[in-house]
């Protein structure tokens, strides 16, 4: 059974930083790309970082570059997302997802998801 688990989130004020963990268990992840994608209230759920767990390859959304950096360590079978310079609107719950994908931004072929967790970023 697979399992994500993300951890790592909570309130924080406009201009400081959070470190997300999702912790994946229950498959081999190697030809699998993670992403972590966030959703505001009343909106869609949206892609802002991914990474393909054999070469490293990475993708961000526009508005995340330079603020956003996407991390794995293959042996913990962890991915992270570190947020710096966080902005209110990047209030939203972020969660981790992960599948078989080709083209990393292909956000249909992402198949397991983890719960979610809450980042409340404070003006």
């Known amino acids: 059974q697979v399992q994500l688990v993300e951890s790592g989130g909570g309130l924080v004020q406009a201009g400081g930083s959070l470190r997300l963990s999702c912790a994946a268990s229950g498959r081999t992840f190697s030809n699998y790309a993670m992403g972590w994608f966030r959703q505001a209230p009343g909106k869609e759920r949206e892609l802002v970082t991914a990474?393909?767990?054999?070469?490293?390859?990475?993708y961000y959304a526009n508005s995340m570059k330079g603020r956003f950096t996407i991390s794995r360590d293959n042996a913990k079978n962890t991915v992270f997302l570190q947020m710096n310079s966080l902005k209110p609107e990047d209030t939203a719950v972020y969660y981790c997802?992960?599948?078989?994908?080709?083209?990393?931004?292909?956000?249909?072929?992402?198949?397991?998801w983890g719960q979610g967790t809450q980042v409340t970023v404070s003006s």
């Open positions: 990474i393909t767990w054999n070469s490293g390859s990475t």
């Open positions: 997802a992960a599948g078989p994908v080709v083209t990393i931004d292909d956000i249909s072929k992402y198949i397991y």
